[in-house]
């Protein structure tokens, strides 16, 4: 099974920061990989999907990049509707995986 | 409107069983997979298991495989994932999720359904 290793699981940052959060397979994988963000109490909501494509509806101050076995979502100029918990999670290879999230909080 | 519509909130005793139910609408039901991933009270995401409703039968994860059932309806468009000899540890908000199968998948969520397991 691959592993998808999330970094960092919690971090702090400012309004108006930029924010980078990396995921690492533990084995190559395709482009199939996507981003979520989960406020308290709601449902995943899909921002970025197939590594760098932007879901319909989503800020452009959220992207995607990577491949192989990193990947990152990057937020640039944070807003306050941003802080929430990431989670990354490749549907590649079965069984699919989630990164363990990472928490992003108000500074 | 593309959306899955889940059943209610359950409470169960240790031992027992839970049904969920996923009811699709907006899209061609069999066109795609569903995904079932839960999520326990402060944790992360957990992949389940996958219907095809198109029929090629279900998959699941490892850790589930003597306890969970899926199984899909395409009259009634809807998903079921039962799971069984519940414990206290299945206590999660249970999600189900559409899927391409492409690059693209994983776009439409459930709203989820709150399992909770207690004597």
């Known amino acids: 099974d691959i592993q998808m290793t999330q970094s960092p699981s919690a971090m702090s940052a400012s309004v108006g920061d930029r924010v980078t959060i990396t995921c690492r397979a533990s084995?190559?994988?395709?482009?199939?990989l996507a981003w979520f963000q989960q406020k308290p109490g709601k449902v995943p909501k899909r921002l970025i999907y197939?590594?760098?494509s932007l879901q319909s509806g989503v800020p452009s101050r959220f992207s995607g990049s990577g491949s192989g076995t990193e990947f990152t979502l990057t937020i640039n100029s944070l807003q306050p509707e941003d802080f929430a918990t990431y989670y990354c999670?490749?549907?590649?290879?079965?069984?699919?995986?989630f990164g363990q999230g990472t928490k992003l909080e108000i500074k | 409107q593309v959306q899955l519509v889940q059943s209610g909130t359950e409470v169960k005793k240790p031992g027992a069983s839970v049904k969920i139910t996923c009811k699709s609408s907006?899209?061609?039901?069999?066109?795609?997979?569903i995904h079932w991933v839960r999520q326990a009270p402060g944790q992360g995401l957990e992949w389940m298991g996958i219907?095809?409703?198109?029929?090629?039968?279900?998959s699941h994860a490892q850790k589930f495989r003597d306890r969970v059932t899926m199984t899909g309806d395409s009259s009634s468009r809807t998903v079921y994932m039962e799971l069984n000899s519940l414990r206290s540890e299945d206590t999660a908000v249970y999600y189900c999720?559409?899927?391409?199968?492409?690059?693209?998948?994983?776009?439409?969520w459930g709203q989820g359904t709150m399992v909770t397991v207690s004597s």
């Open positions: 219907n095809d409703p198109g029929g090629e039968g279900t």
């Open positions: 084995q190559g994988i395709s482009n199939y």
């Open positions: 197939a590594t760098s």
């Open positions: 907006g899209f061609i039901f069999t066109d795609y997979y």
């Open positions: 999670l490749q549907h590649d290879t079965y069984p699919p995986s």
């Open positions: 999720v559409r899927d391409s199968g492409g690059s693209d998948g994983f776009d439409i």
